[in-house]
């Protein structure tokens, strides 16, 4: 009895410690995630904000010059500098350093005098609380340095490795600053504000005690919950001072309107919430404690020889990522397979096709976006088999072990049987499709400008899509947009807007998955562009010199497949139930069925989660079953109650129609026409992984939108002789012109 009593008791325990540990786990978690995604902004904010109050006030000075003087002299006096000396001084820290500090370039050797400024005008002329706001939001950025989000940050890398004199020894010594100093920094303003809070509570009179020099206590007393006291006494102590510091930046964002400190007092409480109590607290106490007594695998879990279950992905497509992203920090070791190094985004592959994007705006390195993440790998490879038995994924040269499996493999073209096509009739999933259908399409054109055989230009000018859903209408309609307005007057012996583009749906009208009315907005801005849309059209043959259509000869050298996708080989890896296109079957969970396990999400799974319908396989649809398999596997690993069953939320459909009208159905509320296509171009560049990708991006966009460019014009691949000048070529495939 005594045995068992104490072994209920060492379970009830376990438990416990295992709920706090995971809730300290979540609200770390928590607080990291909008340290990396809201810090950024709120670090620009305050530079913004900072930079705005100090130019307009060199500017008033400039243009009201005299009167300035005047005010140095008399007014505001500094009584170890000349007046006129003390004029020029502020005018020119505030000019120069605000303009820095905007940008953030140099923005230490700004902060310096500007930090310096504030003081002065502190205890030289009029104390207000707002210029101690000032002198602490400076005092961070000579500690710390300007945020993500400015130019020292993206120079830093340079500079350090450059051969300019002194450059890397200030860099680095940049660095040690930071890192050594910034905890202590935090917890120095983090006591200044709680003893601020704390005198505010404690019936201080500001008109009448010295503190006022040097605590924001009037700007404490308007809080009624810094006047409380127990806030100020958690700041002082620095315990759960997130939180307090998140509640009392509230106060002061709700006070704002009043004294004029409170906006800079919103800002240096969200530097609390954001970055935490620094080194000196009682918080860091808590999170080393937390660390020693709850750092434990779960039970029945095999673990690596780090003590940590072993998470293999297979994709690093959208929900490949966004799992490996939700299980940063689980205590989990990741691993991510995938059989290129990059991550494309596959939407906007046929701007690549058409000349309109670089493969490089679509597609962004892997590896440098789990730099940080020390507990996860990269593998190169393609798999080629999966032993459940083992709990191993098989490479080509090794196997990699597993304790759990998520297959996001994606999937690609289907020729509904028809596989012979497929030399004829390039699909696009990948970056070499891209390509390669960019280099047929524009090795089309140039082979037309070189024939004399008017039949022989008009085969090559043809241009057929198979397939009416999003992929074919948008490439039928950037394929247009590129011959009409891309190649204007570039061609002396025909007009590319002479080009025919035909698109074939099998079925009665165009996006079978948008509503009905869409569709026909669709299919009216396609024929605006000249494109001749062919429905209840089914494709018969395809060989290298055209297409049979429901029974009549199509002469187009240029075919292109949008017409279907199947799954990756996953379900005969595994043995698994699978429906016609490939896709296993899975459970509610997103558990591959009769596999405990192993997961499968995005194109590679078949899953009823969409209100009993199938989950169309979109990106939000993968990133939403990527994030809901780290959630189970987190669960798993911690030994806590497992999420509710994945449920898919739709979040609308999209197609753009060349460069002005697009069609966006989000089920209650449906757009077309410009308002569509600003919102697609919106969503798109917000899809995209990477700053540099989206800044590049909008700016081809831009720059191709203002001037009718096509963009990327470049033919690379295939045979790089030149064809003979009238000679009849079999298809653009085997043919090419050198262009100078």
Not at 219 to 225: D, L
Not at 333 to 348: E, G, V
Not at 455 to 481: K, Y
């Amino acid at each position: 009895m005594v045995r068992e009593s104490r072994s209920a008791s060492s379970k009830h325990h376990a438990i416990a410690s295992g709920a706090a540990g995971q809730w300290f786990s979540y609200s770390t978690r928590l607080f990291r995630v909008l340290q990396v995604g809201v810090w950024p902004f709120v670090d620009l904010l305050a530079r913004i904000w900072l930079a705005q109050e100090f130019f307009v006030s060199a500017v008033l000075k400039l243009t009201h010059w005299q009167t300035a003087l005047d005010l140095a002299a008399n007014e505001y006096p500094v009584s170890w500098m000349n007046p006129v000396a003390a004029a020029y001084t502020g005018v020119t820290i505030e000019l120069v350093g605000s303009v820095l500090l905007l940008f953030g370039l140099a923005t230490r050797y700004a902060a310096v005098p500007m930090f310096v400024l504030s003081l002065v005008i502190q205890f030289g002329y009029r104390a207000f609380d707002t210029q101690l706001f000032w002198a602490a939001l400076f005092g961070w950025y000579v500690i710390h340095g300007a945020g993500p989000l400015s130019l020292d940050r993206m120079l830093r890398k340079g500079l350090l490795e450059s051969a300019l004199p002194l450059a890397p020894r200030i860099v680095r010594a940049s660095s040690w600053v930071r890192k050594h100093l910034t905890p202590f920094y935090i917890a120095l303003v983090r006591v200044w504000l709680g003893l601020a809070a704390f005198f505010a509570a404690s019936g201080f009179v500001v008109h009448h005690t010295d503190l006022a020099l040097f605590l924001p206590i009037s700007t404490a007393a308007q809080h009624p919950a810094a006047s409380s006291g127990v806030f100020g006494v958690l700041l002082i102590v620095g315990l759960a001072t997130r939180f307090t510091s998140a509640v009392l930046m509230i106060g002061a964002i709700a006070n704002m309107m009043e004294p004029a400190a409170a906006g800079y007092e919103a800002l240096v409480l969200a530097f609390l919430a954001l970055r935490g109590a620094g080194t000196p607290s009682l918080d860091a106490l808590v999170a080393w404690l937390v660390q020693r007594l709850f750092k434990k695998s779960a039970v029945g879990i095999e673990s690596d020889s780090n003590g940590a279950p072993k998470v293999v992905i297979v994709g690093a497509g959208f929900g490949g990522l966004a799992c490996a992203a939700a299980l940063r920090n689980s205590g989990a070791s990741i691993t991510l397979i995938d059989r290129t190094n990059y991550h494309l985004f596959q939407p906007l592959l046929y701007q690549v096709a058409t000349a309109a994007l670089s493969p490089g705006d679509i597609a962004t390195p892997v590896r440098p976006l789990f730099r940080d993440a020390l507990e996860a790998r990269v593998l190169l490879g393609s798999v080629t088999g999966v032993d459940t038995e083992k709990k191993v994924v098989m490479l080509a040269d090794k196997a990699v072990p597993y304790d759990f499996l998520v297959l996001a493999t994606g999937a690609t073209h289907s020729y509904f049987g028809k596989d012979q096509w497929q030399p004829y009739a390039p699909g696009l999933k990948r970056i070499e499709d891209a390509t390669e259908i960019r280099r047929k399409l524009l090795t089309a054109f140039e082979l037309a400008e070189a024939t004399e055989d008017p039949e022989e230009r008009q085969s090559l000018l043809a241009f057929l899509i198979v397939g009416g859903g999003p992929t074919g209408v948008e490439l039928a309609g950037a394929i247009a947009e590129l011959a009409r307005f891309g190649m204007d007057k570039e061609f002396r012996r025909f007009d590319p807007a002479s080009a025919r583009v035909l698109l074939v749906q099998s079925g009665p009208r165009l996006l079978p998955a948008f509503n009905e009315k869409l569709a026909a907005v669709a299919q009216r801005s396609l024929e605006k562009l000249g494109v001749e849309v062919l429905l209840n059209s089914r494709v018969e043959h395809i060989d290298a010199q055209g297409v049979t259509v429901s029974g009549k000869r199509i002469v187009a050298r240029s075919v292109l497949w949008a017409a279907g996708v199947t799954a990756s080989p996953a379900a005969k890896w595994l043995k698994a139930e699978a429906d016609n296109a490939g896709r296993i079957r899975v459970e509610r969970d997103l558990r591959v069925v009769g596999l405990a396990d192993v997961y499968a999400i995005g194109d590679t799974a078949l899953s009823s989660a969409w209100k009993g319908q199938p989950v169309p396989g979109l990106a939000p649809a993968a990133k939403q079953g990527g994030a809901y398999v780290a959630r189970v596997i987190r669960a798993r690993v911690h030994g806590t109650a497992e999420p509710p069953p994945f449920e898919y939320r739709h979040l609308g459909s999209l197609a753009t129609i060349g460069r002005k009208s697009a069609v966006a159905d989000f089920g209650v509320i449906k757009l077309w026409g410009a308002p569509a296509w600003w919102l697609w171009g919106m969503v798109h560049v917000g899809f995209l992984v990477g700053m540099r990708n989206r800044m590049s991006t909008v700016i081809n966009w831009f720059w191709a939108y203002l001037t009718f460019g096509g963009g990327i014009r470049l033919i690379t691949g295939g045979d790089a002789q030149p064809s003979v000048v009238g000679a009849r070529s079999p298809s653009p495939d085997v043919a090419s012109v050198r262009v100078a």
